[in-house]
T-cell receptor, first 115, second 117 residues
């Protein structure tokens, strides 16, 4: 079974530029998550999708971050314009559902450096 | 307020010994699930073990066991017979809420475990 695919693996941009990350979840997984993990901290949930609908985006900085999941499969996360504090690893995860015991499977992440 | 608290930023353990990583959680919901994930230096998050709030027995998976104390709201991870490959970040996470109601998965700040040869 193929895992969660993310690209790119690494990205370096200057502040005020824009950047986009792509995620392809495990086939059949209805739930997709984007997490931001700042160095030395735990992952912080940015947005959670159920199929192509948003379940929660309360921690997404909507003035600069946007995410979509067209057709309930792939997802893109965009930052425009980027700030220095956006430097982090962006993790995508997926799960079959959101039952309490449902395991989330993670991609390898995209490491973003904003200079 | 923090929903998941991991108070140990870093821990050392001697190879072949057991180690306990602490996790306390905060929820008013009677239905919740607790997870532990391992994150090696390569960055991927690896699922280790799960405990449901209504499970009567502590969860075990190989060398991993979960010391679940519901009244204290703690879900500590015990790793027996530590190996050098256990050196990694360990995260406690929680889902809370009614069954299949869009339950979010929230993580703690993590504990870095270092196994000494």
């Amino acid at each position: 079974e193929a895992g969660v695919a993310q690209s790119p693996r690494y990205k370096i941009i200057e502040k005020r530029q824009s950047v986009a990350f792509w995620c392809n979840p495990i086939s059949g997984h209805a739930t997709l998550y984007w997490y931001q993990q700042i160095l030395g901290q735990g992952p912080k949930l940015l947005i959670q999708f159920q199929n192509n609908g948003v379940v929660d985006d309360s921690q997404l900085p909507k003035d600069r971050f946007s995410a979509e999941r067209l057709k309930g499969v792939d997802s893109t996360l965009k930052i425009q314009p980027a700030k220095l504090e956006d430097s982090a690893v962006y993790l995508c995860a997926s799960s079959f559902g959101t039952g309490l015991g449902t395991e989330a499977f993670f991609g390898q992440g995209t490491r973003l450096t904003v200079v | 307020a923090q929903k998941i608290t991991q108070t140990q930023p870093g821990m050392f353990v001697q190879e072949k010994e057991a180690v306990t990583l602490d996790c306390t959680y905060d929820t008013s919901d009677p239905s919740y699930g607790l997870f532990w994930y391992k994150q090696p230096s390569s960055g991927e998050m690896i699922f280790l073990i799960y405990q449901g709030s209504y499970d009567q027995q502590n969860a075990t998976e190989g060398r991993y066991s979960l010391n679940f104390q519901k009244a204290r709201k703690s879900a500590n991870l015990v790793i027996s017979a530590s190996q050098l490959g256990d050196s990694a970040m360990y995260f406690c996470a929680m889902r809370e809420g009614p069954w299949n109601a869009g339950n979010m998965l929230t993580f703690g700040g993590g504990t870095r475990l270092m196994v000494k040869p």
